[in-house]
C-alpha cells in the first residue's frame, strides 16, 4: 500500500492519522504541490483530478481523504472510526464534512494561486484564510459545545473521523496564526488528539518531506 | 421528517433526489438563501453553520447533504444508493466528494457573495465559477471515461450516490453557461438520470419555492 500526499496537505494528514490509528502500514509517496507535481505525469496519471492524497495498492487506486478512511475503516474495522448506531454516524460524518467540504476546500494551495492570480495581495489572501476558517470553526464551536454526545473527543471518547479531519484543521488556523481563542470545545478536543501518537506522529513537520 | 433547504441549493437538490429515491415523504421547509433566512433565528438554532440543507426529526436535526444521505441509506437500505464491496463503495464515494468538496463549496453563494465584496465585478465572479466547474468537471470526466465500472450510471447500471451529486453540479454548471461539450460521459450519465422522476421532480425548477 502506498499513500502518495504532501506533508502539508492536510487532506493527506487526515489519512496519515486514520492509517496510524489502524495501525496499516503504508509507504509514504512524497507529491510536492508546491512544485506542481501534482499536475504532471506520473501522478496525474493516478489521480485526474491532480489531488492528493491517493492511496495505491494491488494496480487500484483510491482518492478523497473521507471515501479513503471509510474504505479503511470498512476493511480494518478496529478500532471502529464510526459509531454503529445510524444518527451517531450522521452527526459523526456531518462533523467530518463541516471540515472537509466547508473549511478545508476554500483555503487550499490552488484556490490561494488563484486568488494572487486575480491580483490580491498576500494580505488579502491571509484574510480569506482566516475568513472561512473563522466562519467554519465557529459552527464547529457551536455544534459541538451544545451537544452533550460531545465527549473527550468530537463524538464521545473515543477518537474516529471527526476529530481525524479537526486537527489538521487545527493545525492549518495555527499556521495561518489565525485567533483560537473563541473556540475552546475545539482546542480541548484537539490538545486531547495531539496526545495520541497515532495524531502527533501525522503532523505535518514529522513527515520525511517536511519543509521549513 | 422536514427538509429545511431552498430550492437553487445543489445539496438540498442531493438531498430531495435521496428522499425521492427512497421514496421517503418530508415537508420541505424553505429557507431563503438570498435574503439571509439561513443566518437568522430559527434556522441558525437548528445549523449553527447557517447552511442548508438540514434535516430535522423526532428533535433532532442532521446536516451535511453526505452525511444526511448515508443516514438515509443506512436506515431504509432500499435501493441502495453505495455497491456493498469496500473497494466500489470507496470509488462511488469518491466521485461525490469530488463533487461535494472540490467544485460546489467553491462556487456556493456565500463565496461569491465574498468575491464581490472583495471587489470583483460579476463578470470576474463568472469566471471564477466557471474555472473551478471546469477543474472538477474534467477529473470527473477522465476518472469515470477511462474505467469500465463506469456504466449506464456513474456506477454500473443504477443510479447511486454519485449520480445524486453529479446531477445538481450539472445543472448548476447549466445555470451559469459553462461550456459542457469535453465531458460527453457526464452528460450522457445526467441524461439518464433525468428520465428517471426521482431526479427529475428534484430538479430545482420545479421546487414550491422556484423563482425566475
Redesign the interface.
Known sequence: MKLHGYFRSSAAFRVRIALNLKGIEAEQVFVHLRKGEQKAAPFVDLN????VPALEMDG?V???S???I??LD??HPEPPLLPRE??A???V??LA??V???I???NNLR?LQ?LKA?G?PQA?VDD?YR?WIAV?L???E??LA?DPQTGRFCHGDAAGLADICLVPQMANARRFDCDLSGYPTLRRIEEACLAIPAFADALPERQPDAEA
Request: charged share 25%; hydrophobic share 35%.
Open positions: 485526474p483530478h491532480k489531488l487500484r483510491l482518492t478523497q473521507l471515501a479513503i471509510e474504505y470498512e476493511t445510524p444518527l454516524r450522521a452527526r460524518r456531518s464534512l463541516a472537509a467540504c466547508d478545508h476546500p476554500l484556490v488563484r486575480m490580491h488579502e480569506w475568513h467554519g465557529e459552527g464547529l457551536v455544534q451544545g
